[in-house]
């Protein structure tokens, strides 16, 4: 039987391995694959524990494109709603599923301690502390778009969150790349995976920087991007939250800072929140683009770890 991978962390890719899903992401997306027979004969469940419209979407029409059968799983569809055990129901899917694409609420650590296994790759549709496969289709839609990752500086303004994790870790990856991530005080990127991304970054000539202080915003960005203030299945413990937020959002005045600057947000948006509606609908935004681009990313993600 051939050897299934996963994509659980980015930490586990290499450069070159998150490199080929990136441009296998755009040739699918500029059309260039005939698609249909990549995963033919595989069956693959779909289970998220949370809501979802877009990673969940562009995982089963990703599957379905290229010829795999699909299991949906709802969050009250499975055992572990009786009480059965993750462990257990990993063990049993691999039995049957070549792949399982999981929205949980917990940590990676529970996707990774099954990682061990071959029989049925595992792809983190989103855990509490790293969103991956966003990383890889923003990282598809940035090449994409610019033609090149490299000299690029991004400028992130919001909560730091697994988005902007997972992009620090995807980033951290490529040389020559700037980001600047610009997050409330005490809603910061995890300090020990922000940390491991600065140390791969430096090897490469990368940046990867946190500030709470906008007086820190650099001179030039080719990129502004922003999440959703509350990420999904989260709530804060400060009730006075928003006021810490609003000097975070991305409004008009900011990207005039930034003439050059593309918006990016991986959606969902709450306009009049992290972004001015003028900003998420004007000619600046890329937003549906990206949005797309998950399903192509999807399938390269998907391939990758079946073929
Ligand atoms: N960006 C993103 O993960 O969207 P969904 O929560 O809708 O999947």
């Not at 001179?219 to 991007?225: E, L, P, Q």
């Not at 928003?242 to 600057?261: C, D, G, I, K, S």
Request: with cysteine; proline share 4%.
């Amino acid at each position: 039987m051939k050897k299934r991978k996963h994509v659980i962390s980015l930490k586990d890719l290499s450069p070159q391995e998150t490199l080929d899903i990136i441009n296998r992401g755009i040739e699918y997306s500029e059309g260039n694959v005939v698609q249909g027979e990549q995963l033919k004969g595989k069956v693959i469940g779909i289970y998220f524990k949370k809501t979802s419209t877009r990673t969940r979407t562009a995982f089963t029409t990703a599957a379905l494109r290229l010829g795999a059968q699909v299991i949906a799983y709802g969050p009250n569809d499975l055992q572990v709603n009786t009480g059965e055990t993750m462990d257990d129901t990993l063990a049993v899917l691999s039995r049957m599923l070549d792949g399982l694409v999981l929205r949980t609420a917990e940590s990676p650590a529970i996707l990774r301690a099954f990682a061990n296994q071959e029989r049925m790759s595992i792809v983190n549709a989103m855990t509490e502390d790293e969103h991956p496969t966003q990383a890889l289709a923003d990282l598809t839609t940035i090449k994409q778009h610019f033609g090149k990752l490299s000299g690029l500086e991004i400028v992130y303004l919001g909560e730091g969150n697994n988005t902007t994790t997972a992009l620090a870790l995807g980033i951290a990856k490529f040389p020559n790349m700037k980001i600047s991530f610009f997050t409330p005080q005490n809603y910061n990127i995890d300090p020990m995976l922000l940390n491991y991304a600065k140390e791969e970054a430096a090897k490469r000539n990368t940046v990867i920087e946190e500030f709470h202080d906008l007086s820190n915003l650099p001179k030039r960005a080719d990129i502004v991007y922003t999440t959703r203030w509350q990420t999904t299945g989260t709530t804060k413990p400060d009730a006075n939250w928003r006021e810490l937020f609003e000097p975070f959002t991305v409004t008009q005045e900011l990207m005039h800072q930034f003439p050059n600057a593309i918006f990016m947000h991986d959606l969902p948006a709450h306009r009049g929140d992290e972004v001015e509606a003028s900003v998420i609908d004007g000619v600046k935004s890329i937003v549906f683009d990206q949005a797309e681009n998950k399903a192509h990313s999807a399938k390269a993600v998907l391939e990758w770890c079946m073929r």
